[in-house]
């Protein structure tokens, strides 16, 4: 497995640790700002599409290309640069060794995501995005391969992507498991910058 040869330098803390250790097929990750979403997605991106095997097509998505420039970049960091073969930066893909592809995609356009078989798939601000992007295009794009997702990003009211985060608090859908921790649970940030950032915002945002 090429997950045993390759070294990704990765210091999690303790809520990274415990959505690192799940076994779930699909895991949600709901957090505030600044607690290391991002780049614990980035992380368990690289190291499920290099436990899969060689040709395996992994989707970075987020709700827009700017948005998928966040995803870019710690992929960029986090990657081991002796695994990355190609970088094809107008067609946004990077491939690795294996012929393994990142394909980064948008969410805002309608079937741009059709047609491939994922294998892996992290979705980023999955609140931001319409529930069809993920019922008629990424989620049966996961069926040829019984691909695994995951999940990072802040909630934004009760849509669908709450519906899913739900469904991942019942132990009885064992195929989904979601978590939640506040930003005062990253031990690298400090707890009176985030007790300025409440004072200064409305409390339902806050929230």
């Given at each position: 497995m090429l997950t045993q040869r390759v070294q990704i330098k990765f210091t999690r803390h303790e809520g990274q640790s415990l959505f690192h250790a799940s076994i779930a097929r699909f895991r949600l990750l709901a957090c505030g700002r600044r607690w290391g979403k991002t780049?614990?997605?980035?992380?368990?991106?690289?190291?499920?599409?290099?436990?899969?095997?060689?040709?395996?097509?992994?989707?970075?998505?987020?709700?827009?290309?700017?948005?998928?420039?966040?995803?870019?970049?710690?992929?960029?960091?986090?990657?081991?640069?002796?695994?990355?073969t190609g970088i094809n930066l107008s067609a946004h893909v990077i491939t690795l060794v294996g012929n393994r592809e990142i394909q980064f995609k948008s969410a805002d356009g309608a079937d741009s995501m059709r047609?491939?078989?994922?294998?892996?798939?992290?979705m980023d601000e999955g609140a931001q995005i319409q529930e069809d992007r993920w019922t008629l295009e990424l989620?049966?794009?996961?069926?040829?391969?019984?691909?695994?997702?995951?999940?990072?990003?802040t909630?934004?009211?009760k849509n669908w992507y709450f519906q899913l985060f739900t469904r991942g608090q019942d132990p009885s859908q064992t195929d989904y498991q979601s978590f939640a921790f506040s930003s005062y649970t990253n031990p690298y940030l400090d707890p009176k910058e985030i007790d300025e950032f409440k004072r200064d915002m409305p409390e339902l945002a806050y929230r």
């Open positions: 780049k614990v997605g980035a992380v368990e991106f690289l190291l499920m599409l290099l436990s899969c095997d060689e040709g395996s097509v992994g989707y970075c998505v987020a709700p827009t290309f700017a948005h998928t420039r966040k995803q870019w970049k710690e992929i960029k960091y986090y990657c081991p640069k002796e695994i990355i047609g491939d078989a994922v294998a892996v798939l992290w989620r049966p794009s996961l069926m040829d391969t019984h691909g695994k997702a995951i999940f990072t990003g909630p934004a009211g």
